[in-house]
C-alpha cells in the first residue's frame, strides 16, 4: 500500500469538513489517498475548531455592526457554506430515521434517501434554531471562547 506524503492528511481532513477546494490532493493516486484518509482522522479535531474559530470570528465582528440574533444567523451561514452544511444534513438524517418508528436497516435507508422528510425539517430547524438562541445569548467575547 502506497504511503501519503505528510502534507495529505490534514488536507483530506480540510477536505471532507468543509468544501474548500483542495487541488493538490489530485496528485494522490487511491492508495496513498487511503493511506491518507486513515490517517487524516487525527487532523479533524483541529480542523473542526478552525472551523469554529471561523464562525465565531464572523459573530463576535458581525455583532459589531448588527443585533446578536443577526449575528447569530449570518455566523451559521457562513458555517453551513463553509462545510456544506455536513453537520445539518446528517441531523435532518437522523431525525427522519428515527422520529417514526423505522429500526435497523429501515432506519438506515431512511437515512441514505437524500430527500427530507416532515421529521428531519423540524428536527432541522429546531437544531438550527437552538443553536441561534445559544450562540446570540453569549456576550460576544464568550462567544468567541
Given at each position: 500500500?502506497?504511503?501519503?506524503?505528510?502534507?495529505?492528511?490534514?488536507?483530506?481532513?480540510?477536505?471532507?469538513?468543509?468544501?474548500?477546494?483542495?487541488?493538490?490532493?489530485?496528485?494522490?493516486?487511491?492508495?496513498?489517498?487511503?493511506?491518507?484518509?486513515?490517517?487524516?482522522?487525527?487532523?479533524?479535531?483541529?480542523?473542526?475548531?478552525?472551523?469554529?474559530?471561523?464562525?465565531?470570528s464572523i459573530f463576535v465582528a458581525a455583532q459589531a455592526l448588527w443585533?446578536?440574533?443577526?449575528?447569530a444567523l449570518l455566523a451559521l451561514a457562513v458555517e453551513a457554506l463553509?462545510?456544506?452544511?455536513?453537520?445539518?444534513?446528517?441531523?435532518?438524517?437522523?431525525?427522519?430515521?428515527?422520529?417514526?418508528?423505522?429500526?435497523?436497516?429501515?432506519?438506515?435507508?431512511?437515512?441514505?434517501?437524500?430527500?427530507?422528510?416532515?421529521?428531519?425539517?423540524?428536527?432541522?430547524?429546531?437544531?438550527v434554531g437552538l443553536r441561534l438562541a445559544a450562540i446570540g445569548a453569549?456576550?460576544?467575547?464568550?462567544?468567541?471562547?
Open positions: 500500500m502506497a504511503r501519503a506524503p505528510l502534507w495529505a492528511p490534514p488536507l483530506l481532513a480540510v477536505q471532507f469538513l468543509t468544501r474548500l477546494p483542495v487541488p493538490a490532493l489530485a496528485r494522490l493516486d487511491a492508495a496513498a489517498a487511503a493511506d491518507g484518509f486513515a490517517r487524516a482522522m487525527a487532523w479533524l479535531p483541529l480542523v473542526g475548531a478552525l472551523i469554529g474559530g471561523v464562525t465565531a443585533p446578536p440574533v443577526i449575528a463553509l462545510t456544506g452544511a455536513f453537520h445539518e444534513d446528517a441531523v435532518a438524517d437522523f431525525c427522519d430515521a428515527f422520529g417514526g418508528t423505522a429500526r435497523g436497516d429501515r432506519a438506515i435507508e431512511i437515512m441514505r434517501d437524500s430527500r427530507i422528510g416532515s421529521y428531519g425539517a423540524l428536527g432541522l430547524g429546531l437544531m453569549l456576550p460576544p467575547m464568550l462567544a468567541a471562547a
